[in-house]
């Protein structure tokens, strides 16, 4: 006997739950997909996103959202100064293999130490007028918290489609992750490019975390649940495409939120791992043609 | 009866030079291990024998890590993973046929060698970022298992039972120590063995460019999958104690952020490219965390080592080693 | 000749994507053979290369290495047969010393196991290859033609049947060309049959007995160098468009 009710309840949240995860992992198909910078300390950044959103929320009752975009401006020049020294440090030398990563590692690891020093362990949440109320269409009901991070997420994929399709610097970001050589041919820096775009990554990484705290409670070592999650979608997805980031994304949600419905919350982290691994092991042309 | 040819004499001078060369650091570690243990017995305290087992851990677990990732250059950021495979197959053991320890640390090794030889077949076929991130997602779902695995203690974590004394041995605490002891000599050796021989060389061939490797007849995949179990059942040996050492183990402990970053700040700190480098990372980063979690909270103790690591990698890439290897050029 | 060739293709098929690299490419390699490969950038003759060491997979086709099917095999296990490569862009391993890049092959390829062996071997072909001197150095220190003369020499410790010596001259002056040449000279009188892909065309009239030309992933032309240059098609394909 399925319950149709469950079920299509699960589905909608399923989702619901993808388009904040295209929010999610947008950065990511940016900085590793189309950059090539295996950027582990994205989710990181999501969190220290949350936590400003927590902050400006408790401290002078700013709407989580608009901290988030307020900073997420800081945060693009914060990042393009993060490629500068990664640049300098490592991929100058052809080093960014090995040392890059240890170098996300340690600032993945640097900002949750830092977040939980400040912030402490307890979970934290916002209040804003959108949290709390839900439509309800049928006999399904979607929650406001749940679908204004949605359409933010959607709306952040279109933005960056068209960033990419209208300006010049979009069209060199593709250029870039097709080939690097390329772009030196036709008289674009690589270099400047790749900063702008890691730049743009961890603004959208910010923003996200003002959506993660307005749909849940948020505590800083809740980032590492992500790691798995942003990655199979950027993998799934074929890694340099945005629509793929999309279905992707949603393809994570509604796993999970079934898996939620059906197993318990306490299986829906291994989803991702068992997508992510699934894809490497199955589908290795598929991410490798490129 | 004829002379020996002075140039053979010369040759042997040489060569028993170069033995002395390669001995010299090794005799240096028994004359520390000694000193250190004569030391703690000395002391006597299980504090001081406690602190001990840590530092040894580190050094294995740092150890294990390098053989992956120093010599072939892929970063497995999974050794919690590894090492709570190591620590729940122990407490299984422990829940049903009660081995000894010393007999449980092999099927722990095999446990977690498994795994890695699985994760490695599965992603080490790809560019060496792929498995790194696969590693990143492992721990999170060797953690999911755990948590809603009832028998091992699910999410609330299981008690684990140690005696008061062992015979011969003395305090049980002592006798971890000691297991610890050999079990970090066992590594470094097997770890010195692995970066003089072939293996270590193909790996080191690998980790340069890997397609020019497997031209030179390099089997590229074999290496690397060697390797990982290699380095995971090292990690694994490391965790099967643990439960004894902790007395309770729960997933946060068995799966904590301690275990991950050490492992990979250390070697990097110490230098990755020779057996030296990890143990000097885990003795000194190891030691220091023992004296500093007294003075200053256990979070603000791992991001001083994490911004050491990121200060290491960004400044100073070759680790202690090679800072020493370059003033030592500059002098000469 | 194809019953006594060391290397042999028939209708090798690469694709990537909807782009057709190769086109069904038919090669034989005789003993002792020395053979230019040459075609316009982007016929396809490093990706042939590359299809027959293994470093990729082909979609059709099958490649034959002394009697035995290799075209599923590994790169690794080719190597191990016989087939040796050096790369158009040098790829030394740069955390290893320069005799220690010539002693990977020989102990993998080769597969000598007495360590006193392999030092000795190692050091014989350095001098082979004029590199005696560099034994100890890294090979951040070598110079554009001694990173050629590197590659060359780790190709040969491989003790290959085969070698395919991609490019191994490009970027180098005229007197250093001439050092390679005479180097793969050297190596063709100890047996090992040579294919040379190469776009310096002195140096493939000099070196080549037969020449097959690539244009467009399909071979347009086989057979000695000046029958080759002055075939129309050849000349169209070189200096039309």
């Known amino acids: ?290 | 009866m004829s002379l020996p040819h002075a140039s053979d004499k010369a040759v042997g001078e040489k060569r028993s030079r170069m033995r002395a060369a390669t001995l010299l650091p090794l005799a240096g570690m028994a004359v520390a291990i000694a000193i250190v243990f004569f030391g703690l017995d000395w002391v006597g305290t299980d504090y001081a024998y406690l602190a001990a087992y840590t530092v040894l851990q580190f050094v294995v677990l740092s150890t294990a890590w390098n053989i992956l990732g120093g010599y072939a250059g892929y970063v497995n950021f999974a050794s919690a993973a590894f090492f709570a495979v190591g620590v729940y197959t122990s407490v299984i053991v422990y829940k049903t046929v009660k081995l000894p320890l010393i007999a449980t640390m092999p099927l722990a090794a095999i446990a977690a060698g498994l795994l890695g030889l699985g994760v490695g077949y599965l992603t080490l076929r790809l560019r060496g970022t792929f498995f790194s991130i696969a590693t990143l997602a492992l721990s999170v779902v060797m953690n999911t298992l755990v948590v809603n695995w009832a028998f091992v203690g699910g999410s609330r974590g299981v008690y684990v039972l140690r005696p008061q004394s062992i015979d011969f041995f003395g305090p049980y605490t002592r006798y971890l120590c000691i297991v610890m002891l050999i079990l970090s000599i066992i590594s470094v050796l097997i770890a010195r063995a692995v970066e003089k021989s072939w293996f270590g060389r193909g790996l080191a061939a690998l980790k340069d460019d890997e397609i020019a490797a497997e031209c030179a007849g390099v089997p590229a995949l074999r290496l690397k999958l060697a390797a990982t179990a290699l380095s995971g059942a090292l990690m694994g040996a490391a965790g099967a104690p643990f439960p004894f050492f902790v007395t309770y183990v729960d997933p946060a402990t068995a799966f904590s952020l301690t275990i991950a970053v050490n492992t990979i700040a250390m070697p990097l700190i110490g230098g990755t490219s020779t057996w030296i480098g990890p143990v000097i990372g885990a003795v000194l980063l190891g030691s220091l965390q023992q004296i500093a979690t007294v003075t200053i909270s256990s979070a603000l103790n791992l991001l001083i080592v994490g911004v050491l690591m990121v200060i290491f990698i960004t400044l100073a890439p070759n680790g202690i080693v090679g800072l020493v290897q370059k003033i030592r050029e500059r002098r000469s | 000749m194809s019953t006594a060739s060391v290397l042999s293709s028939r209708g090798v098929v690469k694709k990537f994507g909807g782009f057709t690299a190769l086109t069904g490419i038919d090669f034989d390699l005789g003993p002792n053979e020395r053979v230019g490969l040459i075609g316009p950038n982007g016929s396809g003759k490093s990706t042939f290369v590359n299809c027959l060491t293994g470093a990729l997979a082909c979609d059709a086709g099958t490649i034959d290495f002394g009697g035995t099917d290799i075209t599923d095999m590994a790169a690794w296990r080719r190597a191990r047969l016989g087939l040796a490569r050096s790369f158009q862009i040098p790829r030394p391993f740069r955390g290893l010393t320069v005799r220690r890049n010539i002693e990977v092959p020989l102990a993998f390829a080769a597969g000598l196991s007495d360590q006193a062996q392999i030092e000795a071997e190692a050091e014989d072909v350095l001098a082979r290859v004029g590199l005696a001197a560099k034994s100890r150095k890294g090979p951040r220190s070598l110079s554009q033609v001694e990173l050629r003369k590197l590659e060359l020499g780790r190709a040969l410790a491989a003790r290959p049947k085969v070698l395919i010596a991609d490019e191994a001259m490009a970027g180098l002056s005229d007197s250093e060309v001439d050092e390679i040449l005479v180097l793969l000279m050297q190596l063709n009188d100890s047996g090992i049959a040579i294919v040379l892909i190469e776009h310096i065309m002195r140096a493939v009239v000099r070196f080549s007995q037969r020449v097959i030309v690539l244009v467009a992933g399909a071979k347009i032309a086989e057979g000695t160098p000046m029958d080759v240059l002055s075939h129309p098609e050849v000349v169209r394909a070189y200096l039309g468009q």
């Not at chain 1, 589908?283 to 043609?289: F, N």
């Open chain 1, 1 to 290: 006997m399925v319950n149709w009710d469950l079920l299509s309840n699960a589905l909608v949240s399923g989702v619901l739950l993808g388009g904040f995860y295209c929010a999610v992992a947008v950065g990511i198909t940016i900085a590793f997909g189309m950059l090539d910078i295996v950027n582990i300390a994205h989710p990181a950044f999501i969190m220290m996103g949350a936590f400003i959103a927590y902050f400006f929320n408790t401290s002078y009752g700013v709407d989580p959202l608009l901290a988030c975009i307020v900073a997420a401006p800081f945060a693009y020049f914060g990042g393009r100064l993060m490629y500068r020294l990664y640049y300098l440090a490592f991929e100058r030398h052809g080093e960014e293999s090995l040392q890059g990563l240890a170098f996300f590692f340690g600032l993945l690891f640097i900002i949750e130490v830092g977040l939980l020093l400040i912030f402490g362990v307890d979970y934290r949440f916002v209040e804003a007028r959108y949290i709390g109320p839900s439509i309800q269409l049928g006999f399904v009901s979607i929650p406001w918290r749940l679908l204004l991070p949605t359409i933010v997420g959607l709306a952040m994929v279109g933005a960056v489609a068209l960033f990419n399709a209208k300006t010049f610097t979009g069209r060199a970001i593709l250029a870039v992750s097709q080939d690097p050589g390329a772009l030196r041919l036709v008289g674009g820096n690589p270099v400047h490019i790749k900063e702008v775009a890691f730049g743009i990554s961890i603004a959208t990484a910010i923003v996200a975390g003002a959506l993660l705290i307005i749909i849940q409670p948020v505590e800083p070592s809740i980032g590492r649940d992500f790691i798995g999650r942003v990655f199979a979608i950027c993998v799934l997805g074929g890694m340099t495409s945005l629509p793929g980031t999309v279905i992707a994304a949603m393809l994570l949600g509604i796993a999970e939120t079934l898996t939620t419905t059906y197993l318990g919350p306490s299986w829906s982290p291994a989803i991702s791992f068992g997508i992510l691994l699934l894809t490497l092991g199955v589908r290795p042309a598929g991410i490798l043609g490129r």
